[in-house]
């Protein structure tokens, strides 16, 4: 248990009217400011711990009522700091909770750094910092399967599968290690070639690794950029996925120069769109910062969405267009608008431009065979797809630390398969140890842990 001796106060609850909002105070002093700030409305107060007090604050000067509130006291080492922590109820106007505040303040605790109650809470053991992490992470999620994920990580999905393989190492280690000290009795054909824990471990980490791709799209979306020549319907399309009229929609080409941005969630998957700008040999300063602008988008892009028009003959724009996703490794939706029109081109003809891919047809205008399009988006998203049981790994801190493991793991099998000294295996499996451990922040420097708490929210 780390002490700290400093008392930390915070607004936990975002800044604005609201009915209720929450004050936290973690540290040695907080007993003492509950007693001293608070005065119960019923005489039976005890500050027992976890029960809740009703009353009031009274301002440092003994008299005046500051709010009338809800005190809740949690002793440590059962607390989520681990320390001493009081929690205040109060109403949520913003004057209010600085009013009570600036009580705390001036009785000797100072302002809480951004993360700093989960950072006590990870030092003292209370959690882990994978757990530590996901609960920032969950704050912010985004989507429902985010939110989901990350409770799991929170719950210690991933600590868990990350202890697995730790104890699998350690009995790595312990194996090897008794070959070092008997070394001088066995003759290297005695050596076991590999620990089977070596290669369980290096399966599980693989197994990890593998649910990264899955684990970002879920935790951050999915950005589909739509890309076409100008009047293919493209902030047609944006709007009728959205729902709502948010791009002009014009049948003068050139409209739209500015990227425009609308998510919507499909299957729990947040999903990021991009209108752009119609791809052409610019006709204005404007519209070629536009299309320079697309021509980033395209870099971002998880999924490009071509755009054609059914309606008219392809053009030499639009193989140009197709030649350029070409060099993407994205995701590539093929889609063609206009379908309510007759059609002018047939991509099962042998020789065209289009022979053999699969379309997507629809109408942006009436709304024909955009739940195909949606079906489509989120079935390359993996939408339909739970979380994997076990860990999931969504940031990429946790993403490196695997992958180093892992370079461990395979260096130290090759160390026994090549019949070098059990040592050297040894070596790599406490450097795989030590990479795991920077997930879960058993080892783990000052520098990364304060950058990583820095990201969190104050009050957190
Ligand atoms: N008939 C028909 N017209 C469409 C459809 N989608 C878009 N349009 C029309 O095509 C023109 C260009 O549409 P817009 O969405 O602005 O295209 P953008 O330049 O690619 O963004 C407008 O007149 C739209 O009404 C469609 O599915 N069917
Ligand atoms: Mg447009």
Redesign the pocket.
């Known amino acids: 248990m780390v002490t700290k001796t400093e008392t930390i106060a915070a607004i936990a609850t975002p800044s604005g009217t609201a009915g209720v909002g929450l004050i936290r105070v973690s540290g040695p002093l907080a007993p003492e400011l509950a007693q001293r700030l608070f005065r119960p409305a019923h005489s039976n107060c005890t500050w027992q711990s976890h029960h809740c007090y009703h009353g009031d604050i009274i301002a440092a000067d003994g008299k005046t009522v500051l709010d009338e509130v809800l005190a809740t006291l949690m002793r440590k080492p059962r607390s989520f700091t681990g320390e001493d922590v009081l929690e205040i109820s109060c109403h949520g106007n913003p004057l209010i909770l600085q009013n009570i505040m600036e009580q705390f303040l001036a009785l000797g605790c100072r302002p809480a750094r951004p993360g700093e109650f989960s950072e006590r809470a990870y030092l003292n053991g209370r959690m882990d910092l994978s757990q530590a992490e996901a609960l920032a992470a969950m704050i912010c999620a985004q989507s429902a399967k985010a939110l989901q994920l990350e409770l799991s990580q929170l719950k210690g999905s991933l600590g868990n599968s990350i202890d697995e393989l730790r104890s699998l190492l350690i009995d790595g280690l312990a194996n090897l290690e008794a070959a070092i000290d008997f070394t001088e009795d066995v003759s290297d054909k005695e050596i076991p070639a590999v620990p089977g824990q070596i290669l369980q471990a290096a399966a599980g980490v693989e197994l990890l690794l593998s649910t990264y791709r899955q684990a970002r799209l879920i935790t951050q979306g999915i950005r589909v950029v739509i890309v076409?020549k100008?009047?293919?319907?493209?902030?047609?399309?944006l709007n009728r996925l959205a729902g709502k009229k948010k791009?002009?929609?014009?049948?003068i080409?050139g409209?739209?120069r500015d990227l425009i941005t609308e998510t919507i969630t499909l299957d729990g998957i947040s999903i990021h769109l991009t209108?752009t700008a119609?791809i052409r040999p610019p006709r204005d300063d404007i519209e070629k910062e536009g299309i320079s602008l697309v021509r980033q988008q395209m870099e971002q892009a998880d999924i490009l969405l071509l755009?054609f028009d059914g309606?008219q003959p392809l053009t030499d724009e639009d193989y140009r267009i197709l030649e350029q996703s070409k060099k993407r490794d994205c995701q590539i939706l093929t889609v063609v608008?206009?379908?309510?029109?007759a059609p002018a081109w047939d991509n099962r003809l042998p020789g065209h431009p289009l022979h053999g891919r699969r379309l997507l047809d629809?109408?942006?205008?009436?709304g024909d065979g955009v739940e195909d399009l949606k079906k489509a988006l989120s079935d390359l998203a993996g939408g339909t797809d739970a979380p994997a049981e076990g860990g999931m790994i969504s940031r990429l801190r946790h993403k490196l630390a695997l992958e180093k493991a892992l370079a461990c793991l395979k260096a130290a099998q090759n160390c026994l398969a090549t019949g070098q000294s059990s040592e050297f295996a040894a070596f790599e499996l406490s450097e795989a140890l030590n990479a795991l451990d920077e997930i879960t922040g058993k080892k783990i420097s000052e520098d990364v842990l304060s950058r990583i708490f820095s990201g969190f929210c104050i009050g957190k």
Request: net charge positive; glycine share 10%; proline share 6%.
């Open positions: 076409g100008p009047n293919t319907g493209k902030s047609s399309l791009a002009i929609v014009t049948d080409p409209t739209t209108d119609g755009l309606s608008n206009k379908r309510d029109l629809l109408s942006a205008k009436f």
